[in-house]
């Protein structure tokens, strides 16, 4: 496929919060300057742009190639069944024009995020020995044993990495969007050690970061507030993930 010109498509879920979506477009900055590819942002929900319309886009380009790569925390519904249908759908809508539209990552990225993660708690933290480790995260019925291979690989990074506990809260729609499951994380690992960071396994910051997790937090004594640690941040943007995504890419052109 060296030979075609390609375009580079980053498809993820979205949010209607506009500021969700600024890591992806650091992302898609730093692979454009490779000059490669011509990379776009496709969203599933929220503010968009849909694929469809992003596709119809890049048709009145030199574009012969649209490769969609999924950017995904952990297998989900989204991952596995929305993503293959949406890109199916779209490769049905525009059979008959001279373009190929390739998913070429199946894979969600959590095996990429982990050396972040770490230097994302020792920001945040007071001392790896002295500290636990709170991690919000979405979670999924029914992708529950996903969810707990990720924190389970979570937990011993972050115990390798010399923090005493590492506790995982849910605070999607598994408990409802709830505060307490964090609150009670927190509180817990109050108990253990002096000082509690809170470090959301959340791809990119919007409503858990900015209400639910803050409402967690206010619901603790003064004195336990002053032991606690917490940036308002997402997974992303991380360089590890970039070169993923780099990697990933190129390698698919290569076998072309």
């Not at 390609?6 to 490779?34: V, Y």
Request: net charge negative; aromatic share 8%; hydrophobic share 40%.
């Amino acid at each position: 496929m060296t030979s075609r010109s390609s375009a580079l498509i980053l498809f993820s879920h979205g949010s209607k919060r506009a500021t969700w979506s600024a890591p992806f477009e650091d992302i898609r900055d730093q692979l454009a300057a490779d000059g490669t590819w011509e990379v776009r942002l496709s969203f599933l929900e929220g503010l968009g742009p849909r694929l469809e319309d992003v596709t119809r886009e890049l048709m009145a380009s030199e574009v012969e190639d649209i490769l969609v790569f999924p950017v995904f925390l952990t297998a989900s519904t989204h991952l596995q069944e929305d993503v293959p249908e949406v890109v199916e759908n779209v490769r049905k809508q525009f059979s008959e024009r001279d373009i190929r539209i390739h998913q070429i990552n199946s894979k969600p990225l959590s095996h990429a995020i982990w050396t972040h993660t770490v230097k994302r708690a020792e920001v945040n933290g007071k001392g790896n020995g002295q500290t636990t480790v709170v991690l919000p995260y979405y979670g999924s019925d029914r992708y529950a044993k996903q969810w707990d291979d990720l924190l389970r690989k979570a937990r011993t990074v972050l115990k390798n990495a010399g923090f005493s506990r590492v506790i995982h809260a849910a605070v999607g729609h598994i408990v409802g969007a709830s505060p307490k499951p964090t609150q009670a994380a927190i509180e817990e690992g109050l108990k253990h050690t002096d000082f509690v960071t809170v470090v959301p396994m959340l791809l990119s910051p919007g409503i858990f970061q900015h209400k639910i997790i803050p409402e967690a937090i206010d619901g603790l004594s003064e004195e336990h507030k002053k032991r606690v640690t917490y940036i308002p941040d997402g997974i992303l943007p991380d360089p590890h993930v970039v070169d993923w995504i780099r990697s990933c890419a190129h390698d698919f052109n290569s076998s072309e």
